[in-house]
Structures are given as C-alpha cells and as structure tokens.
C-alpha cells in the first residue's frame, strides 16, 4: 500500500472529531450574549410600533440563540470537522461530480466590487457584471453548440423546468398542443419529477442489454403527441449513447425537441457538443463541473442554451451588447417572446463568477483535460474493481461507471449498502448506492479528474478488501456494523425520511 497519500484514503482523514454529540446553538444560548458589537448608533432608535404595520408585528420575541462570536464559530467549525468534505479526500458518489474545486475560483468570486455589488445598481454602472455574463453565456453556448443561453436557473432542476417551458412555449407558437415527454429509464430522478412538474405526461423508454437507449422501442413510442426527449449523454450508467444522432432524427422527425440534460459535462467538454448531437436545449450545472462546491444545499446554477430557433422563448433579461450614441454597452434585454423570469434578479451571481473564472483559467485545452482526465480516472477504477464486483455494462465508460455487489449480497448477504458505509470507516466518501435503478445493488462511483492516482489506487485497494471481507462470516457481521469510525454510525433510513424531525423541539434553556 502506498503509505503517502496526497487526498483522502487515510483513515486519518475520516472526520472523528467530537464524536460525542454537539449541542445545537440553542442549547450553547445564554441570555444577553452577543457574536457582534453595534458601533455608536448614528440613526436613533425608534419603537417598532410606530413604523411597521400592525399586522406585521409579532406577538412574542423570538427566541433567537445567543451565543459569543467564540461560542458561535466554535460551534460551526466542531460540525464541519465532523463532516466528510470535498476539500478533505476523494468523494467518488457518482452522478454528481463532488469534484475538489479549486479556491481561485473563490478568491476571483469574492473580489470586492464583484462581490458587493447591490442587484439594484442600474445596468450603466454594472458593465462589468453584465460584460462578466454575456462572456460566461458566450463560452457555455461554445462548450455545448448552442446559440443563446440564460444564466438564471439556480440549479439543474429548475433548468430543466426552464427547459420544458421553452418547449411547451415553442410548440404553442406553431399552434400544436403536444403532452408526452420521453425519459430513458435510467434517468435522473429530476427528470420525470420536471416533466410532471411541466405538465407532461413523462413516458419512459427502456435501456437495451448495453444500457443504451432502445432505439426500435422509442420508435414505437414517437407520435404527435411528443413534445420532445430528455436524455443525458453519457447516460446515468456512464455509457456514451451510440445512436445518438439516429434517436434525435427520430425524435425531430415528429416534430419532438431534444432535451440534453447536461448536469454532468464532465465526460464531454472540448470533445463533442450536445449541439453537435443533435439537442436543441441543454441545461448544464456549473456546480458540478466548473469550480462551484456541490451539495450541501447550494446555491448553484443551472444555465440552459438552446438553438436559434428558440432564442426568443429564454427567459429574461439577458445582457447584450448594444450601440448607443455610437458607444457600445450591455444593457438587460428581454427576449421577445420569453417565458419570464426564473430566478430573482440574475441568478446566483457568484456562481456565475466562479464558473468563467475557471472556465478562463483553464482555457479550450485546460477544459479538455479535464473532460479527459475524468474519463480515465473512471476507466482505470472500473478495471481495478471489476474483480471483485460486477461491472454489469462493462463497455468503456465515461466519466463514472455503475458497479454491483449483487453477487456479495447473494453469497453472503452483504449488500452495495455495507460497503458504502464501511467505505467511510476507510476514509472515502461512499459512492452513490440503488441508483440508477436498472441495476440491482447499484455502486455508482465517479472519481472525477482531480484525484491523483496515488489516491485512486488507495480507493481501489480500500473496495477489493470490502468485497474480500464480505466473503468471510466475521467480515460479514463487521461490514453490517459499519461504520464505526465516523461521528454518527447507522442511521434509521425509513425513519429519519418519513418522520423528519426538522425543528429543535425543546425550548432554549435561557
Ligand atoms: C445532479 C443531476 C441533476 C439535478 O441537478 P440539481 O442541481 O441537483 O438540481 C439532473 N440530472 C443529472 C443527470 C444529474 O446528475
């Protein structure tokens, strides 16, 4: 075993500070303590009575903690280091890129002027925010062959609700009422849940023995009745869709758009375009590929770009370089036919900030390497651990892969579940397990191009020695414990999703 390991992989690395349960704020409140200090009161104090709405005032004071400026970053930082984190070792959970994002992008988001800007401040003294916008726009549409983009949607979802507006808007401007959306059943959860969400019936299309979409069946399911086919390329089991121009023209030949759900670009950037493909709107997470910390609740941002054809249906304003008095400036222009807004003011602005950062810092070969490294670090993992698990659809994968511990489950009832866990205990972030759903005991994992092969080979290492105990009787009863390492062990699934207890229930002790 390599015994220097630049991240992750080190046992040490598993968070195992303060395993004895922390106390909420409420419970570190003490009456009259404050985190901050007004400087000497230049506007005087008056009676909230006298200047809110009667209706607005509330009853009681609310009970808000009080705690010292010690106290509180005391607090915040025990919880961070009880947390696996990005910025502590590999997190391979496939699907959503929790790649390491380099803190430049921070250091460039968070530069003052940049980063203070009020979302009032009229468009003639934000040129540098709008140029910022229109450039990032540019380059989105360059990486994904589109023609326009919008820059509003605060994640992936919304962009694909963002989408399937803009093509709800495009078939009623031809005057056709159309109420099917196809979906591979691979897919993302997301993608139904929009499409439902969009007022479409979502109808599913099933994967081939390859994992690839089943291009006969989705012929028997194409009529006037489509408005279109969301698809994710590399598909959510990591595998390139061959037929991917065969499916477009099939689904255009109805009249259908094509939706690239491009939350993950991490396979693709520099080596094909979904325009290039064939889509004719692409949504993309810039908090999953470029520099954006995902997870954790947010914010992201979740461009969509579309074709020509459908510019006029974005949602607005959008900047654009205008000529005024022979002077060229950005102004907020609104597409002629938008479908609105879809975020408050422009979208989550510093994620927008980060992600031309680095999409600059990078540069065309830089972004290549990135989609490249990715795709080979997924390929060399999936060769190692393809002794010891079933890599159901073994073809060359893209940036993830889906392995399965089918086999562990049934020949000592270990299940993709144990190893997850026990992966923590091993001080890996666990891969994403039961999904996509077509493979049974699913271990998605995706080691994203900023690991070092030092790294890898320790994860791989870490994998074949789970499934080796798994084969053993006490390895068996020690892989159903884990994890023993980390702050929290097992957690009731079934209960902490169907009785969240999401509130502080005991009043704070003052
Ligand atoms: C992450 C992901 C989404 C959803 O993106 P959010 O930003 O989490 O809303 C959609 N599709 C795919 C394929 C994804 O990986």
């Known amino acids: 075993m390599q015994d220097k390991v630049y991240a992750g992989g080190d046992a040490s690395s598993v968070p195992l500070m303060g395993k004895s349960a922390e106390p909420t704020i409420f419970e570190l409140s003490a009456k009259g303590r404050t985190a901050f200090s007004l400087r000497t009161q230049e506007v005087p104090v008056r009676d909230p009575k006298e200047t809110v709405p009667e209706s607005l005032l509330r009853e009681k004071v609310v009970e808000l903690p009080e705690v010292s400026e010690r106290d509180l970053v005391g607090h915040f930082t025990r919880l961070s280091s009880r947390q696996y984190a990005v910025d502590l070792g590999?997190?391979?959970?496939?699907?959503?890129?929790?790649?390491?994002n380099p803190k430049f992008a921070d250091q460039v988001a968070t530069t003052s002027g940049l980063y203070d800007i009020h979302p009032l401040t009229p468009d003639s003294h934000a040129q540098g925010w709008l140029e910022l916008m229109a450039t990032l726009e540019r380059y989105v549409c360059e990486i994904t062959g589109m023609a326009e983009a919008t820059l509003q949607p605060a994640a992936g979802a919304a962009g694909e609700l963002t989408g399937l507006l803009i093509m709800g808007a495009y078939h009623r401007s031809y005057g056709r009422k159309r109420t099917k959306v196809i979906i591979p059943d691979s897919a993302h959860g997301t993608n139904p849940a929009s499409v439902t969400l969009a007022g479409y019936e979502a109808v599913t299309v099933p994967s081939n023995d390859r994992g690839l979409?089943?291009?006969?069946?989705?012929?028997?399911?194409?009529?006037?009745?489509?408005?279109?086919?969301?698809?994710?390329?590399?598909?959510?089991?990591?595998?390139?869709?061959?037929?991917?121009?065969?499916?477009?023209?099939?689904?255009?030949?109805?009249?259908?758009?094509?939706?690239?759900?491009?939350?993950?670009?991490?396979?693709?950037?520099?080596?094909?375009?979904?325009?290039?493909m064939g889509f004719d709107i692409v949504h993309s997470n810039l908090h999953k590929t470029f520099a954006t910390p995902h997870g954790g609740g947010g914010p992201g941002a979740g461009p969509v770009a579309v074709t020509a054809e459908l510019a006029p249906f974005l949602p607005g304003p959008k900047p654009a370089l205008v000529m005024e008095d022979g002077i060229e400036r950005y102004r907020w222009v609104t597409p002629q036919a938008s479908i609105g807004k879809v975020h408050g003011f422009f979208g989550n602005a510093v994620v927008l900030a980060r992600a031309l950062s680095y999409m600059l810092y990078n540069g065309f070969d830089g972004l290549k390497a990135v989609s490249q490294y990715a795709v080979l670090n997924a390929n060399w993992l999936r060769k190692m651990v393809s002794q010891r698990y079933d890599i159901p659809y073994s073809q060359t994968c893209m940036h993830e892969f889906v392995a399965s511990a089918q086999r562990l489950r049934k020949e000592g009832g270990v299940k993709a579940l144990d190893i997850a866990k026990a992966l923590l205990d091993n001080g890996f972030h666990a891969p994403t397990v039961y999904f996509p759903l077509v493979v049974d005991e699913a271990l998605m994992m995706e080691p994203t191009e900023t690991e070092s092969l030092q790294t890898l080979i320790v994860l791989a290492e870490r994998l074949n020695a789970l499934?080796?105990?798994?084969?053993?009787?006490?390895?068996?009863?020690?892989?159903?414990?884990?994890?023993?390492?980390?702050?929290?062990?097992?957690?009731?699934?079934?209960?902490?999703?169907r009785k969240p207890r999401l509130t502080f229930d005991q009043p704070a002790n003052h």
């Open 213 to 276: 979409v089943d291009l006969e069946h989705l012929r028997k399911l194409l009529d006037d009745d489509v408005a279109g086919m969301m698809l994710t390329n590399p598909n959510t089991l990591g595998l390139f869709e061959e037929e991917i121009h065969q499916i477009a023209e099939a689904v255009h030949s109805v009249g259908g758009l094509m939706y690239y759900d491009g939350a993950n670009l991490n396979a693709i950037i520099g080596i094909t375009r979904p325009g290039d």
């Open 467 to 497: 499934a080796e105990l798994a084969t053993t009787k006490e390895g068996q009863s020690q892989l159903h414990e884990a994890p023993v390492n980390t702050p929290t062990r097992r957690v009731d699934e079934a209960l902490a999703a």
């Open 90 to 100: 590999a997190y391979p959970l496939g699907s959503c890129t929790m790649k390491y």
